[in-house]
């Protein structure tokens, strides 16, 4: 990684970390608490989860053209990341707009499984692509299970801090939440 990436990593990072923690602030008006710093930091992890593949998804596009299988098999690996990512942002949405209990929904844990699995297939790719002869990852990219863990464990702590709320500040909430953690489409990483 050569400087200019560094310094863009680190860019993206605090950028991110500033806009969660502007938009965790209480709406205007409201007489709400701030956010625990588990919500913070469970944010923050989602959010680093997917800034790592966008950053990697960069080096790819900077790497390979459209029409290489590589660019090609990159770039759709992305996508089925990114849809499955939506699917789990969606189900923790609707999880807390709808006051469910996602500490027990199977359904929220295999969206996380899912989501996990796939992310990991396109970050494992991407390395090998972006790391040709590499025998070790480097410490930014996570197994599947770190993944899943990341996405179950901080998506119960962001619906545990909304559930007691009335119902339309859940709905606020969860608007919020869905706008903050979604991705970004392959076509829209510059």
Same mark, same amino acid.
């Given at each position: 990684? +050569?400087?200019?990436?560094?310094?863009?990593?680190?860019?993206?990072?605090?950028?991110? #970390?500033?806009?969660?923690?502007?938009?965790?602030?209480?709406? $205007?008006?409201?007489?709400?608490?701030?956010?625990? !710093?588990?919500?913070?930091? #469970?944010?923050?992890?989602? =959010?680093?989860?997917? *800034?790592?593949?966008?950053?990697?998804?960069?080096?790819?596009?900077?790497?390979?053209?459209?029409?290489?299988? &590589?660019?090609?098999?990159?770039?759709?690996?992305?996508?089925? =990341?990114?849809?499955? +990512?939506?699917?789990?942002?969606? $189900?923790?949405?609707?999880?807390?707009? +709808?006051?469910? +209990?996602?500490?027990?929904?199977? &359904?929220?844990?295999?969206?996380?499984?899912?989501?996990?699995?796939?992310?990991?297939?396109?970050?494992?790719?991407?390395? =090998?692509?972006?790391?040709?002869? /590499?025998?070790?990852?480097?410490?930014?990219?996570?197994?599947?299970?770190?993944?899943?863990?990341?996405?179950? !464990?901080?998506?119960?702590?962001?619906?545990? #801090?909304?559930? /007691?709320?009335? #119902? =339309? $500040?859940?709905?606020?909430? &969860?608007?919020?939440?869905?706008? *903050?953690?979604?991705?970004?489409?392959? *076509?829209?990483?510059?």
């Amino acid at each position: 990684m +050569n400087t200019a990436e560094i310094r863009s990593y680190w860019h993206l990072i605090c950028f991110t #970390a500033l806009i969660l923690l502007a938009s965790c602030a209480p709406l $205007s008006g409201s007489k709400e608490e701030p956010p625990s !710093e588990a919500m913070v930091k #469970a944010r923050l992890q989602i =959010a680093q989860n997917r *800034e790592n593949t966008q950053l990697l998804a960069q080096r790819i596009k900077r790497k390979y053209k459209e029409t290489q299988p &590589a660019y090609i098999g990159a770039r759709d690996l992305y996508d089925a =990341a990114m849809v499955q +990512n939506n699917s789990w942002v969606t $189900s923790l949405k609707l999880g807390i707009a +709808n006051n469910e +209990n996602l500490e027990t929904s199977q &359904a929220f844990r295999d969206k996380a499984k899912t989501a996990g699995d796939a992310t990991t297939a396109f970050l494992d790719y991407g390395y =090998a692509l972006t790391h040709p002869g /590499a025998e070790v990852k480097v410490l930014t990219y996570q197994t599947v299970g770190e993944v899943i863990k990341i996405l179950v !464990e901080n998506g119960i702590v962001i619906w545990k #801090a909304h559930k /007691a709320e009335q #119902a =339309a $500040s859940r709905l606020a909430t &969860a608007e919020l939440t869905e706008k *903050e953690l979604k991705w970004s489409s392959w *076509e829209d990483i510059k």
